[in-house]
């Protein structure tokens, strides 16, 4: 409970400041993706707003990498998780180093909500049997987080992603800097996380068609208790 804990306060920061960029200042760039790439020039200023961001985010991929080899306990899915973390790493270092730093808020914007969502349904599944009694509220809470949290997948990492980021990646940038470097190689690695994105998807399809056919009866954090659970891993799942 402690590690979600944390993570629920790290994701709800990190996701909060980033909304805070896109919709409380002048950047335009969640309703306006290609402007992403407007007047943008190598070697450009990095405003310092979205400089704290980055810093922010690199610490903790940095450390999520450290924690996936050393700390957490190796599971059916730590590979993608691995490979998830590294990609998202150098997503975040390469953006900043090569001024995509517009492209990789929208980025953290668009994924950071959905473990928001999965932590602080974690959470519940706790609190619901704390002290050894059964909490009800807790319960129907962590159901509900669950549908959010399905919902909300598909829509902020399946629609608005590839509507969004990729639509300005791949196409937009091409428009305002013809001979923009790197284009291959980071629509390579943004369309590495679209896949990855799609792969933890059908685990909550899987666990979702459990749930409905009564096999599931109820949402549990099954990582830590049930390493052959296949469909019920996707709650398990962060980004």
């Known amino acids: 409970m402690p590690e979600s804990a944390w993570k629920f306060l790290f994701y709800s920061t ?9 919709f409380g200042t002048n950047y335009p760039f969640f309703h306006d993706p290609p402007s ?6 190598p070697g ?10 980055y810093l922010l985010q690199g610490s ?3 450390h999520s990498i450290y924690a996936t080899l050393y700390m957490d306990a190796w599971r059916k899915d730590s590979v993608v998780m691995l490979l998830h973390h590294v990609v998202t790493l150098i997503l975040i270092v390469f953006s900043y180093a090569f001024r995509y730093h517009n492209v990789g808020i929208l980025v953290l914007f668009l994924h950071d909500i959905n473990d928001v969502q999965l932590e ?8 619901k049997f704390r002290g050894g009694v059964y909490h009800r509220l807790n319960d129907f809470i962590s159901d509900l987080g669950c549908i959010s949290f399905s919902l909300s997948w598909f829509w902020f990492r399946l629609y608005w992603f590839p509507l969004k980021v990729l639509y300005a990646t791949c196409h937009c940038s091409l428009l305002s ?3 923009i470097p790197f284009y291959f190689f980071f629509n390579a690695l943004l369309l590495t996380l679209l896949l990855m994105n799609i792969y933890w ?3 909550i399809v899987v666990f979702a068609a459990k749930v409905l056919t009564g096999q599931v009866r109820e949402v549990s954090d099954v990582r ?3 390493e052959a659970g296949d469909g019920a891993r996707a709650l398990a799942s962060g980004k």
Do not use: C, H, Q
């Open 177 to 179: 800097v013809p001979d």
């Open 201 to 203: 998807f059908l685990y």
């Open 14 to 22: 990190a996701w909060g400041y980033s909304a805070y960029l896109l």
């Open 44 to 53: 450009m200023e990095v405003p310092r707003d979205i400089a704290v961001a």
């Open 120 to 127: 602080f349904t974690k959470l519940n599944v706790y609190f």
């Open 224 to 226: 830590e208790y049930d």
């Open 60 to 62: 903790f991929y940095g």
């Open 36 to 41: 992403v790439f407007y007047d943008w020039k």
